[in-house]
């Protein structure tokens, strides 16, 4: 989720899409979020890893 969350980041910064940028920008939040959850043994919605 981080790695598309930097392409699209960075494919919304070439090609001037603002859509893209604003989406890759959530994914790389929300990446960080679950791997950050995931590092310190929580589970969450079920799941203990997402990988």
Do not use: E, K, N, P
């Given at each position: 989720?981080i790695?598309l969350?930097?392409?699209?980041?960075?494919?919304g910064?070439l090609?001037?899409?603002?859509?893209?940028?604003t989406?890759?920008?959530i994914l790389?939040?929300v990446?960080a979020?679950?791997?950050?959850l995931?590092s310190?043994?929580r589970?969450?919605?079920g799941?203990?890893?997402y990988?």
């Amino acid at each position: 989720m981080i790695i598309l969350g930097v392409v699209l980041l960075i494919l919304g910064a070439l090609l001037d899409v603002s859509i893209l940028y604003t989406i890759g920008a959530i994914l790389v939040v929300v990446g960080a979020i679950l791997w950050i959850l995931g590092s310190m043994d929580r589970g969450i919605g079920g799941r203990r890893h997402y990988f």
